[in-house]
């Protein structure tokens, strides 16, 4: 069965959404996301489309030379500075992942590639064990409210436990907070290629659905 080609709109963490706009047929859903990185300040973003290796030499082969990338890796950050080469170790950042990156000056980083669910397919799976923070994003590049639920392919407030927390960069710190009955508090909103931390009471699977 063929599968309508989407159109990922460029976001500057933004406005990217999913749009279906574009009625050309291939065997995956491809596209693109442009995230704005401010010169010399920290941002929290993640890899929202598989470009086929997802590492941090691909995905972010423009960066300025001397641009930061934090890896987190369970208790802490490993650091990685952009050199002539790259990084070293050129660490993997599967779709999904979060990540730090400060550029050494004002630059957008472009991500290109595939919708993680292949053609046949319409889910995409976060696992989180029980009480470990885990640095993610959205497996699907989509922006809206953490609140939102049913058609509007993020739904991790849902199937997120009660009184699991979620942690939000706010540009110098975290924003903390705690899921309810009713969600989070203030309903934040998320955007297409935002990292953020979680922590989940008990385990349970973040599945998201293109519907």
């Known amino acids: 069965m063929r599968t309508k080609t989407l159109l990922i709109a460029a976001a500057a963490l933004a406005a990217g959404v ?17 995230v704005n990185l401010p010169a010399g300040q920290l941002a929290l973003i993640s890899n929202p489309l598989d470009d086929g ?53 004002a630059y957008t980083n472009t991500f290109v590639g595939n919708v993680v669910p292949a053609p046949g397919g319409n889910q995409t ?6 009480g470990t923070l885990v640095l993610i994003g959205s497996t699907l590049p989509v922006s809206g409210n ?5 058609t509007n ?3 991790l407030i849902a199937t997120l436990p009660n009184k699991s927390t979620v942690q939000i960069w706010n540009g110098t ?39």
């Not at 170790?89 to 979060?98: A, D, E, K, S």
């Not at 799976?125 to 029980?130: L, Q």
């Not at 934040?188 to 659905?209: C, D, E, H, L, R």
């Open 18 to 34: 999913i749009s279906s706009e574009a009625q050309v047929y291939s065997a995956n859903i491809v596209g693109y996301v442009n």
């Open 53 to 105: 290796t997802n590492q941090a030499n691909d995905l972010l082969s423009g960066l300025p030379n001397k641009s930061t990338l934090d890896v987190w890796n369970g208790s802490g950050f490993t650091p990685y500075t952009k050199g002539a080469s790259g990084f070293a170790g050129n660490p993997p950042l599967p779709v999904g992942t979060g990540f730090f990156v400060k550029a050494i000056s």
């Open 125 to 130: 799976t976060n696992n989180f064990p029980a």
């Open 146 to 150: 953490f609140n939102d639920t049913g």
């Open 153 to 155: 392919y993020f739904n």
């Open 173 to 211: 710190g975290f924003t903390p907070y705690t899921k309810g009955a009713t969600g989070l508090a203030g309903n934040p909103p998320y955007t297409v290629g935002q990292g953020f931390f979680v922590k989940s009471i008990s385990a349970t699977n973040w599945i998201q659905t293109l519907q």
